[in-house]
């Protein structure tokens, strides 16, 4: 089923407070995430994201704001699992996550995350880079960062362009801001995993297969290799300047 978003200019209520929405920065397979702003008691707009739940894979429809499920248990395990993601988001904020949480919230028959906002970010399919250097530093940001999941006893198993945010050059900064799909290392290891999610064009062929007892970090390093593929065969296609040396 078609996703449906929220349109510039859709005022959403959330913990009494109105946010503006004014468009969709990214798109993973658990959520929307749009650049929002609110106003203060004083009058002054501060820009925030905010996190939608609405599933790729399950059976929703948006009627207004309004989101509708045709399946109560799908309606369930997947607001539970955007739960579980704030909490994971906020027990990391020091250390794994790079990303600042700030509020959960109900409301249109789903659940909403306000996270830090920085101007200018995009996800990584719609960046425009300048030169092979910049892919490189930023595939090489990337994999920093799910290194830490690694270390930390953690697969993120739905890596791809358009799941993280690239900020604004000069600066060296990206978000993982899809984390519905990170899974212990030991949970996998029990053989209780039975689900595996995955973006097509990415995933690593355990993954395609159902071999859950092959998911490991390497995994993972598979869809970062996947998606700077592509990054350069885009550019190729491009007016990109390739250094020299």
Not at 62 to 90: C, I, M, P, V
Not at 144 to 159: A, E, S, T
Not at 187 to 200: A, E, L, P, Q, R
């Amino acid at each position: 089923m078609q996703r449906i978003y929220l349109k510039t200019g859709d005022n959403l209520e959330l913990n009494n407070k109105q946010y503006i929405i004014d468009s969709v920065i990214g798109d993973g397979a658990t959520c929307i995430v749009y650049s929002a702003r609110y106003k203060d008691n004083n009058g002054y707009f501060h820009r925030v994201n905010v996190k939608e739940c609405y599933p790729y894979n399950v059976s929703v429809s948006r009627e207004g704001l309004h989101l509708d499920w045709e399946s109560s248990d799908e309606k369930e395990q997947s607001l539970n699992a955007f739960e579980s993601t704030y909490k994971k988001l906020n027990e990391w904020q020091e250390g794994i996550a790079n990303v600042s949480v700030y509020d959960i919230c109900d409301a249109n028959n789903t659940k909403y995350i306000i996270m830090e906002h920085t101007k200018g970010s995009v996800t990584f399919d719609k960046d425009e880079p300048e030169s092979l250097s910049d892919i490189l530093k930023t595939v090489k940001l990337l994999a920093h960062y799910v290194g830490k999941y690694h270390q930390n006893g953690y697969l993120h198993l739905d890596i791809k362009p358009s799941n993280f945010l690239v900020y604004p050059r000069p600066s060296e900064h990206i978000i993982l801001f899809d984390l519905d799909t990170v899974t212990p290392i030991s949970y996998i290891k029990t053989g209780k995993y039975k689900n595996v999610s995955y973006s097509d064009n990415w995933a690593a062929p355990e993954q395609k297969q159902g071999k859950i007892n092959k998911l490991c970090p390497a995994t993972d390093i598979y869809a970062i290799g996947a998606g700077a593929d592509n990054s350069l065969k885009v550019s190729a296609t491009g007016s990109i300047s390739i250094p020299a040396n």
